[in-house]
């Protein structure tokens, strides 16, 4: 970000949004930074932070949106970076992992999911006729049953699994990717897929997507609950255990301990 300090695909992203956001964006501006984010991708087909560097799916998404605004995501291996990214999706709990053989996190609903619309770009640019034009290419009813089952905080606000307590970061990033799977496309290429009922349908502006304090506890009557008991018994179904099991795991993510206290256990971003 400075002569001598610290390198990172995080800052390359931030810095080349800004430079968007405020129009100063020039191609002097970015000598070699896109060539550099390239050089991030591993051989796992995911971005590591910097060169080398195990791939994850923070830095993964801020290495591609960053070429996007540059114009430059044909640098990347798009298919290997698209087989990373789909097998961060596990199967039981329908959530996304920030990198291979870590446990499903709510908050990579976005980083990973969020993936999968800047390259179906990319790839609909390059002249992919494979591609849908009706679904991304993740299993999004999965994505929102682990959203609404598992991460959701009676008391408003959102978590990253049962056992762990709600914060903003959760929150803001479990309904970012609760918005990805539920809505493909735009104007005439909108598709919509809100799993179960209606009342599980993501509302934006007035009814609290995405807004400060007084919108986290709106947020809350716009996800219901009322999913999860079908869940519950597709997990147990999927699973081949008892109910009980299920139970727990719904118990345990709606009775956890600390579960009023807002803001507090929050991870250190993109540290688990
Ligand atoms: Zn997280």
Redesign the pocket.
């Known amino acids: 970000m400075h002569v001598g300090g610290e390198v990172d695909v995080r800052s390359a992203y931030c810095a080349a949004a800004v430079a968007s956001l405020t129009n100063v964006l020039t191609p002097a501006l970015f000598t070699g930074t896109a060539e550099w984010i390239a050089r991030c991708q591993n051989w796992e087909g995911g971005i590591g932070g910097v060169p080398g560097m195990e791939a994850h799916g923070g830095y993964t998404f801020c290495g591609l949106a960053a070429l996007v605004i540059l114009k430059k995501e044909h640098l990347l291996n798009l298919r290997s970076l698209l087989h990373w990214v789909t097998g961060r999706q596990m199967h039981f709990e329908g959530g996304f992992q ?1 990198r291979c053989n870590k446990l499903v ?4 609903s976005f980083w990973q999911a969020g993936l999968l619309p800047l390259l179906h770009r990319a790839l609909h640019t390059q002249g992919d006729e494979a591609l849908s034009m009706s679904r991304w290419m993740f299993d999004q009813s999965a994505l929102q049953e682990y959203i609404l089952l598992c991460c959701q905080c009676p008391a408003g606000g959102l978590l ?1 699994k049962p056992g762990k307590s709600r914060d903003f ?2 929150t803001c ?1 479990c309904l970012s990717g609760l918005a990805i799977a539920q809505h493909f496309g735009s104007g005439d290429l909108h598709h919509e897929l809100v799993l179960g009922i209606p009342e599980n349908r993501l509302v934006g502006g007035g009814r609290g997507y995405r807004t400060p304090t007084s919108g986290l506890l709106q947020a809350q009557s716009a996800l219901s609950f009322t999913l999860a008991a079908a869940h519950a018994s597709h997990l147990q179904h999927c699973a081949g255990k008892s109910g009980e099991g299920s139970d727990a795991l719904l118990a345990a993510a709606c009775a956890q301990p600390g579960g009023n206290r807002v803001g507090v256990c929050a ?1 250190p971003i993109w540290a ?1």
């Open positions: 920030g996190d709510g908050c990579y990253d970061y959760h990033y991870p688990e």
